[in-house]
């Protein structure tokens, strides 16, 4: 299959690339050779293949949940540039200063 200068201008266009006269002969070429490859898999016998989501067994790696107390306030807040009460003091995001 070959790319033509109109598809090549396209995904330039698509993916927002500015593209020069060689540029653009180069990855009409490039992009045609790489459709070529992809039409080869395809003719590939996968018939005996079973369908799979993943090339590799997932598993969970995340560390299980556990309740723990929290910090006391007085810490949390030690820091904090304003506070009001038991809580953080922030600037509303519409509010002018």
């Given at each position: ?49 079973p ?35 038991n ?6 995001v519409?509010?002018?200063?």
């Amino acid at each position: 299959m070959s790319i033509d200068r109109e598809t090549v201008d396209h995904v330039a266009l698509l993916a927002r690339l500015a593209l020069s006269d060689e540029e653009r002969e180069r990855l009409s070429g490039q992009m045609s050779s790489l459709l070529e490859h992809i039409n080869l898999i395809g003719e590939a016998d996968t018939s005996q293949v079973p369908a799979t989501a993943h090339v590799s067994p997932l598993r969970n790696v995340m560390a299980d949940d556990k309740s723990r107390p929290s910090y006391p306030s007085a810490d949390m807040l030690a820091n904090a540039p304003a506070r009001e009460d038991n809580y953080f003091r922030v600037r509303a995001v519409l509010e002018e200063e």
